[in-house]
C-alpha cells in the first residue's frame, strides 16, 4: 500500500491519480493466465498476413474496420503475388522499416495505386474503445479497439488509429491520396505520433517485429539503402487464409474491452514486483501490451 | 495558416492550444543552419565516452549533474579498463541493449560495484530546465537539462532524467542501491518512462545508436542472448578525453536554453512541410530531436 500512495502524492500535480488495485501485486503471466477462453479471440485469417523474410516470418493482423478500402487493397494486390520478390528498402533508425517495389516495375493488375486516405473514420456506438483514462501529448482520448492503439475526439467525432511500435501503414507521397497500399511500413521506434491523421494505418505486427526491427539501418537519406546489394527481399506475402492448416499458426489475441485486459493495464501502470520502486501510476497507450499467443482452443 | 486553425480545433477539448508559429516554414536543416555558435557547446571530453563495437563506434554523454557518483565510478572503471573485452548480452525488441561482464569475474579495482541510486536529485535555480508546455503521461513537468530529457515534480521539489530513446542507464538487481555502473544498458524502444526514478540514467548515445538498435535480439527471458557465441564484444571504452586528437571526433550539440532550440520545437510540433496534413500541435519529450554534430568551430 505504501507504494500507491507514494504514487497518488506524486501525481497530485497532474491529472486525477488512478486508484491503485486492491490485494496482493499478481504477474502479467498470472493474469494471462487466469483469463478465461472467451477474454480472447481467434485472429481472422481473412485479415492475417505473413510475410516471408529470408531471415523468418513477420505475421501482421489487418485492420478493416479503420481502413476498409486500404485493406481490400492490400489483400488485392497480396493475392495477385504482386509482393512476392520486392524488398525492403528502407529502415529508419528510431522511426520505420519500409518495404515497396524498389524500381517501380511491378504490375498492379486492375488494383489502383492510389485510394482516397483513410487517415480517420467516424465515431459510432459500433465502434468498441476501451478508453485509457490516462493523460496522452497527442489526442483528446486514446485506448484500444479491435486490440489496436485508438484514439478518438469528441470535438470532431473521429477516431484513427495510434502510430505505435509495430502499427503498419500505407506509405504515400505528398498528396494525402496519393497511397494504396503498395507501399508499407512498419513502427520500429518511438512512436511516431505526429503521423497520426497524416497516414493510413492498416495494421499491426503480432508476430515476429524483431525480424524487422533489427535489420541494418539504411545510410541514405530517410534510412534508404544506398545500393540494391543492401536490400532484404520479400520472399512473399500471403493472407493466412490461403495457406493451408500446416503452414499456419492460429493465433488469438486478448480482447482489449474485458476484464483481463483491465486487469493488466493496472498491472503495467502499478508494478508491484519487488525491481520497482516507485510504479508510474500511470501508462501511455504505446507503452501497454497486446497479448497475442498461439490458440490454446479450436 | 489553415493548418494552424485545423490543429487548434482539435486540440481544443485538450490541454490549452500551444500557437503555431507565424511566418514562413522553415525545416529543421535550415534553423540548425541559422543557428549562431553561441547557440552549440562543445561536448566535454571528461564526460564523453567512446564505446568501440565491433561494427563502429558508440559515443555516449555522461550527464554528472544527474548522476555524480554513477558518472565518476563509470570513469573509474573506463579508466581501470574494467568494460574492455566484456560483451553485449542482451537485446529485448523494443527496450534495452545491455553490456555488462558475463561471467562475473572481471575485477572492479578499488572501485565499489554498488552505489546509493541517483533516481532524482533536487531541483534549484542551479539547475537549468527548459519547460515543454505540452501534456505528458508520466510527470508532471517535463522539459530538458543540459540537453537530455528530463522531468520535474514541482510538488517534491525533485528532478530526474527521463528513459527516452538512446538514454543510457546503470541496471541494477532488486535493491534500490544494487547498481553502480558495473552494467550499462541504453534504450532502444518506445520510451519506458514507467523506469523513470527506478533506475539511475548515467547519459544519452549521441552517435551510433543504430550500432546498438540493430543487434540481433536475443531469445531467452528479457533478450538476454543464449550461448556465449551471440554476445557482441565491447573492444573497447574510452573517455574521449584519453585519446589523441587524432581519435577523437569533437562534437558540439544544440543547446536547450536557446532560441534556436524553441525555434526547432516549434517546428517539429506544427510540421509545415507540404507532406504533413495535420500538424500535431503538440511533441512527446521523447520525440524532440536533440541535435549533435561535429564542431565547425574551435
Known sequence: MLRAAVAAALLATAAPAIAAPPGPARSMTQILDASPPGDWR???????????????RVIIELGPR????????IKRLVRQGYFDGLAVVRVQDDYVVQWADPDGKR???????TLKAEFERGFDRDLPFTALPDPDTYAPRVGFTDGFPAARDPATGQAWLAHCYGMVGAGRDNGADSGGGTELYAVIGQAPRQLDRNVTLVGRVVQGIELLSAMPRGTGALGFYETPAERIPIVSMKLAADLTPVQRVDLEALRTETPSFAALLQNRRFRQDEWYKVPAGRIDVCNVPLPVRERRSK
Not at 66 to 73: C, G, I, L, Q
Not at 107 to 113: D, E, F, L, T, Y
Open 66 to 73: 479503420f481502413a476498409p478500402n486500404h485493406v481490400a487493397n
Open 42 to 56: 481467434a485472429l481472422d485469417p481473412e485479415n492475417t498476413l505473413y510475410i516471408q523474410l529470408p531471415k523468418g
Open 107 to 113: 504490375s498492379v493488375g486492375a488494383a489502383p495505386r
